[in-house]
């Protein structure tokens, strides 16, 4: 059983806005599965048709073989989402507002005390678990958003940008905190987010969109092979051949982009042969920031090639 | 209603509670009806004799049982078993609408409606949850007002006339069975607009165009039909109630999640 499969899913808005078009999402249980797009791409709309908020304009979507627009309550039962737009209770204490979603969820009163206050205690607001939400940060907000989504115990996680407005600290913290349920816990994370180097700590594999639509998706390896080079080397030398294509970094740095490591010794060589000094070589793979830039460039490319 | 929907209900009653624009408006409602204008009313036949008078001829032609009492008596028990009831269907109505109208806007300007629906409650049961909590609030403000009547009618005649007041059957049907169907058909459609507003101003709008005609409605005829006999009253009193079941049911359908996040 998947713990996400979307078929073909389409959302056009009433007016006439297609925020997402023929969806094909496989995510199994235990992933991190991180969601990556830029502004306005449909990682919002594609979480709210996980959940059953949204109707689907085509195609369908299950979550653990439940279909969240069919039977909504028993899709949020095993979900735990946050995103912008869900806010808590101004009136009520941080330790209030977590009771009252832990009861909300079907977890007794007792137990959900208990729950709420380890939680509080995990994201570092036990301090503050009995003011008035309304005295809180966003960061704190944010925080126990992330609380009240995990009080229940859900299957699977919806993290619509979890760590903005975060400090790096608390970033960290929550980053690592997602990394643990998936791994000790085996809970299943939807990862929508901007911050790529986060991303490629955390996630276990990944979708690209655009403009509502998926334009890759797999393991940080799989994208990498999408890329036509695989790898960046980085060379200091006094003197660089100008008919190699490469990426000015420094006085006598240079960054060129290479499939792989049999090409380098060509390249040294071909320096040498002009009487160029090396002083450094070095060789790393392509980061997940680098690969998202390449491949949403060339998609749009070939958008507009079309 | 199960746990979870009664985690709502306390949840709302408590906002309300808190909320210092709203629970003073809650507070005047029984104020004015329940001690204000009865004891208005009380004080005005005491001290108006000469007026009062005048009636006799008026009192003769109602159908109004034994003749025995005093005049000032008969007038006081026209007054509250024919005329002030109608207040008992103003309060429920008043005071449900103060909390039913930000049932779902007030959600909604908080942000905090996305998050109620991501809990594994149907729409309808959260429907159900809200209505209800509008509901309870208002029939304990709707007792609660009664009691405070009583108590003050009763000391106030004790002490004017000296002799107490005696309420008839108009009483029992009216808050047991009008009172309730009246203000769980108001609350029900007052829920629902509120659903479909985008501002707290626009559900306000619309709940005063719906309750106005009503209780215009109210006032005009209600206390024609008091006089007339109080098996018509328990006739309606049923209707309403059989309306008021048939709205509940009929919304299932009405809403989904996008069109309340709208
Ligand atoms: N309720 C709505 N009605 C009409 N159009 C909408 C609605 N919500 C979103 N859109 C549009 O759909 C597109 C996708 O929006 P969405 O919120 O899913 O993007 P996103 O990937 O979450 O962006 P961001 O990174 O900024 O959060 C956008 O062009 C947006 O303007
Ligand atoms: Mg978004």
Redesign the pocket.
Known sequence: MKAILAENLSKT???G?K?VEGLHLSIEPGEVFGFL??????????VKLLNGILSPTTGSCRIFDIDPFQHPESAHQISGVVT?HAQMYDHLTGLQNLVFYGTVFGVNTKESELRANQLLETFGLADSANQRLATYSTGMRQRLSLARAMLHRPKILFL??PTSGLDPESTQHVNSMIQRLAKNEGITVFL?T?QLRYAQEICSSYGL?DD?TVFATGQLGTLRSLVSSGLTVRIEADHFPSDIPHKKTGERTVEINVQDESEIPSIVRHIVEQDGSVYHVSARSLSLEEIYFSLLESHKSKKENL | MNKMQVAIMKKDLRGLVFNKRLFPALLIVPLIFALVLPTILILTVHFAPEDISEMQQLLDLLPLGEQSQDIQMRVIGLMFNYIIPVFFIIIPIMSATIMAASSFVGEKEKRTLETLLYCPLSLHQIFQAKIFASFLLSMFVTFLSFILMMLAAETELLLIAGSPLLLNINWLVTLLLLSPSVSLMAIILIVRGSAKAQSAEEAQQRTIFLILPVLLLVVGQFTGILLVSAWLLLGIGIVFTLIAGLLMKSGRNKFNYETLL?
């Open positions: 808005y009433p007016k806005k925020a797009g830029p502004n306005g791409a449909g990682k919002t709309t594609t912008e619509d940008e929508c901007h969109i509502g | 709208k």
